[in-house]
């Protein structure tokens, strides 16, 4: 997807012009996949520009630099002022932000604990990560060849980069296959993620998700989802799923930050339908909870002044 540009990115602490944001090819995490990462959005409210669930995205970045044995050199308030320094300095009125922690140059050979850690937060306009098409019309998935990592492998539950080699293997399978977005399960054979998004299945108006032990990355857009929809009156189940339970839902969605709240209308060419009324139901309460139109959900807003 191309790159809309802005100003600004910040580094190591400071605002530093777009271009200039730059490391050296010898960055290690270049060569062994040592970062992690977050995707979080800032959406256009009535009251300016305000973050989605900010505090909690950079709870999980700084979980994530700890299980890596990587200290960030700032706080969760520190980052969250990054932040909104860096949407400021670039007057967007909506964004995506990617704050990134990686192990810098200076050391080579697998052991990161020598290299330097550097971080980073960017920001650009991006739009709905599988096109706006897809928020109404459904994207067709298929389930991947390739199998979600054991949790004791590159585990799920950290937002590395390197856990995104997978998702890329799945991602190009897809594709190739003319599918949005591929499925993949775990060793066991149980339904975990997209390779960016969680996903959700409406069976008898019960709504579940994949447990986080199943392998998954504990979704803040699927948080979002459970709260919204408990609080609407469905029940929710976090339980395992087979890919024969997406064949015969009756829906099938996917969250996520980039991707939002994403109607499925096919799995492996089961077609399951056009959005259906519950996956409609949450995906416009999540919206109008993230542009600021639900009091109920006020908390989850940062504002940037
Ligand atoms: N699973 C995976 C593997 C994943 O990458 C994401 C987010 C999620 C679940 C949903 O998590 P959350 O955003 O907290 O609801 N994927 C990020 C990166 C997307 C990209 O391809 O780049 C995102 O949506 O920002």
């Known amino acids: 997807m191309a790159l809309e540009t802005v100003d600004y990115i910040w580094m190591d602490g400071k605002t530093v012009p777009w271009a200039d944001a730059t490391v050296h090819v010898l960055t290690h995490a270049l060569h062994y996949g040592s970062a992690v990462f977050e995707g979080i959005r800032c959406y256009a409210t009535a009251e300016g520009p305000a973050i989605f669930r900010l505090r909690e995205h950079m709870e999980r970045f700084e979980r994530s630099a700890k299980m890596l044995y990587m200290d960030l050199g700032y706080s969760v308030d520190d980052l969250m002022q990054a932040v909104k320094e860096t949407i400021r300095a670039n007057e967007l009125p909506a964004c995506y932000i990617r704050p990134l922690a990686f192990r810098g140059y200076g050391s080579m050979g697998v052991d990161p604990i020598p290299a330097p850690v550097q971080v980073i937060i960017a920001c650009w306009p991006w739009d709905t990560y599988l096109g706006q098409d897809a928020l109404q019309e459904g994207v067709d998935v298929g389930i991947s060849s390739w199998r979600q990592r054991g949790i004791n492998a590159t585990p799920p539950a950290i937002k590395s980069s390197a856990s995104y080699l997978n998702s890329a293997f799945a991602k190009i399978e897809a594709n190739k296959h003319g599918y949005a977005e591929a499925i993949l399960l775990n060793e066991e054979g149980r339904v975990c993620e997209g390779t960016g998004e969680n996903i959700f299945v409406v069976r008898d108006r019960a709504i579940m998700t994949p447990p986080v032990s199943d392998g998954v990355l504990e979704g803040i857009t699927r948080d979002s989802v459970m709260v919204i929809a408990r609080d609407l009156g469905y029940d929710v189940l976090e339980t395992s799923l087979v890919r024969t339970?997406?064949?015969?839902?009756?829906?099938?969605?996917?969250?996520?930050?980039?991707?939002?709240?994403?109607?499925?209308?096919?799995?492996?060419?089961?077609?399951?339908?056009?959005?259906?009324?519950?996956?409609?139901?949450?995906?416009?309460?999540?919206?109008?909870?993230?542009?600021?139109?639900?009091?109920?959900?006020?908390?989850?807003l940062d504002r940037v002044e």
């Open 245 to 300: 339970d997406l064949y015969i839902a009756d829906e099938v969605f996917m969250t996520g930050t980039a991707a939002e709240v994403v109607p499925v209308r096919s799995v492996d060419h089961h077609v399951i339908g056009r959005s259906g009324p519950v996956t409609l139901e949450l995906q416009q309460a999540f919206f109008r909870a993230a542009r600021g139109e639900d009091p109920r959900y006020e908390d989850w």
